[in-house]
C-alpha cells in the first residue's frame, strides 16, 4: 500500500507532539514525581490476599461502589461526588470529554502541567493559554479578566503547580470559582501534589457551585503503577463523568488496592512529612549554589542555573547517573530543570553532582 492511500489521523491529532516523558537507564531517578518508596507492606499483604477473592471472569463492579464509598468517607463528601478513573489523567479526559468538545474552551495558566492542554487538544476543546507573571505568580484580576473574555467551559488551576511547584493562595481559587459560576463553566482544581501542602480545595466542594478537584493515587500514595486517581465534585459533575467513561474502565484489582491503601492514612502521611522535609533540605542545598529556584508545595522543585544552560546541566547530570527532568526548551521555562524530591541518599547524590556541574 502506497503512503497516499493512508487515512491521516484528523489535523488536531496529525499535528500533535504527543506527550513524551523520556526514561534512561540510571542510578538516580528524579524525574517523574513519583514516591520514593513503595506503599507499606501491610498493604501489599492485604492486596495479595484480596486478590484471591477475585472472580476473573466476571466483568469488575461498573460503579466502582466500594472504592467511591472509601474514597468518600476519606474526603468526607457523599459517595456520589466522588468519580475514579485510570490515573488522574484519565479524570481530566472524562471532565472534557463531559463538558469541552467542539465549540467549548478550556483556559489554563501557563506555563502548568502539559496534560491540561494535551487532553484539550485530544478532545477537540478549544485550549485559551492565561499568562503568569515572569516569577510565576498567577495576577487573580488578569485570571478572572480572561474568564470574562474567553467564557470557557472548564478553566484549570493547579495547585501546587507542576512544573513551578508553587501554591496559589486559597482565596484565588474562590474568587475565580465565582466568576466561573456565573458563566456557568466549572472550576477543575488539580490537585495532584495536594497533599503536600496544607490547604485543599476539597473542603470547598458543595452541591451548589461549579468546583471540582482531582487527587491521584500516583503521587503520596506510592502507587504510580496501578493508575487510579479521583475526582471530587457536585454531583451532577459526576453523573455526566460516568456517562463518558468506557464501561468497566476500572478493573477490579484498582479498585481493591485503592479501597485497601485509604487505611494506610497514616503511613501516607508520614511519607509525605519526610519529603517535605527532604524538600527543604534540597532547598536549602540548591541556594547554596549557582542557581535560581522557585518555592515548592510539591514533591519536585523547580530549579535554573545562573548560567542558562539548562540542557547542558542536564546531560552532565545524566553522565554523572542522575535524571532530572529538562524542562529547558519548554515554553516560558528557558534553562530550568525539575527535580522530584527522592529518598536522603538519592538527594545527595543528586546535589553532590549538581555541585560538580556548576
Ligand atoms: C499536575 C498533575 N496532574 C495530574 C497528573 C497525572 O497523574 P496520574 O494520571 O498519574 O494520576 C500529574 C502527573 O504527573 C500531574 O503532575
Redesign the pocket.
Known amino acids: 500500500m502506497s503512503n497516499s492511500a493512508r487515512l491521516a489521523a484528523r489535523d488536531s491529532v496529525a499535528l500533535m507532539a504527543g506527550y513524551h516523558s523520556p526514561q534512561l537507564d540510571v542510578a538516580v531517578r528524579l524525574n517523574?514525581?513519583e514516591s520514593p518508596t513503595p506503599p507499606p507492606e501491610g498493604w501489599a499483604d492485604e492486596v495479595r490476599a484480596a486478590l484471591a477473592d477475585i472472580d476473573w471472569h466476571r466483568y469488575p463492579d461498573r460503579g466502582a461502589h466500594e472504592l467511591r464509598a472509601a474514597l468518600a468517607r476519606h474526603e468526607r463528601v457523599a459517595p456520589e461526588q466522588v468519580f475514579a478513573a485510570n490515573?488522574?489523567?484519565?479524570v481530566?479526559q472524562c471532565l472534557l470529554l463531559a463538558f469541552g468538545g467542539p465549540g467549548r474552551k478550556a483556559l489554563a495558566f501557563e506555563p502548568t502541567?502539559a496534560?491540561h492542554s494535551h487532553i484539550a487538544g485530544l478532545t477537540a476543546t478549544e485550549m485559551v493559554s492565561g499568562e503568569r507573571n515572569g516569577d510565576f505568580t498567577l495576577d487573580a484580576d488578569q485570571a478572572i479578566a480572561m474568564v470574562g473574555r474567553h467564557r470557557p467551559a472548564v478553566t484549570f488551576l493547579?495547585s501546587p503547580n507542576?512544573p513551578t511547584g508553587m501554591v496559589e493562595p486559597p482565596d484565588l481559587a474562590m474568587r475565580l470559582l465565582e466568576h466561573v459560576s456565573a458563566l456557568p463553566g466549572i472550576l477543575l482544581v488539580?490537585e495532584?501534589?495536594g497533599q503536600f501542602n496544607p490547604h485543599s480545595a476539597v473542603g470547598e466542594v458543595d452541591e451548589s457551585r461549579p468546583l471540582a478537584v482531582?487527587r491521584?493515587?500516583?503521587k503520596t500514595w506510592s502507587m504510580?503503577a496501578a493508575?487510579l486517581?479521583y475526582l471530587v465534585a457536585p454531583t451532577w459533575v459526576v453523573a455526566e463523568l460516568d456517562k463518558v467513561a468506557l464501561p468497566y474502565h476500572l478493573d477490579a484489582f484498582k479498585q481493591v488496592a485503592g479501597r485497601l491503601a485509604l487505611a494506610y492514612e497514616d503511613d501516607m502521611k508520614a511519607r509525605v512529612a519526610e519529603l517535605v522535609a527532604e524538600r527543604e533540605r534540597l532547598a536549602a542545598g540548591l541556594d547554596s549554589l549557582p542557581v535560581r529556584q522557585w518555592p515548592s508545595g510539591a514533591n519536585f522543585i523547580l530549579f535554573r542555573p545562573d548560567s542558562g544552560d539548562g540542557d547542558g546541566v542536564w546531560q552532565r547530570l545524566v553522565d554523572r547517573s542522575v535524571l532530572v527532568r529538562n524542562c529547558s526548551s519548554w515554553p516560558r521555562l528557558a534553562g530550568c530543570l525539575r527535580v522530584t524530591v527522592g529518598t536522603p541518599a538519592e538527594n545527595d547524590a543528586f546535589l553532590a553532582a549538581l555541585r560538580e556541574v556548576l
Open positions: 517523574t514525581n490515573g488522574s489523567n484519565e481530566l502541567y496534560l493547579c507542576n488539580d495532584a501534589y482531582s491521584t493515587y500516583s504510580a493508575r486517581g
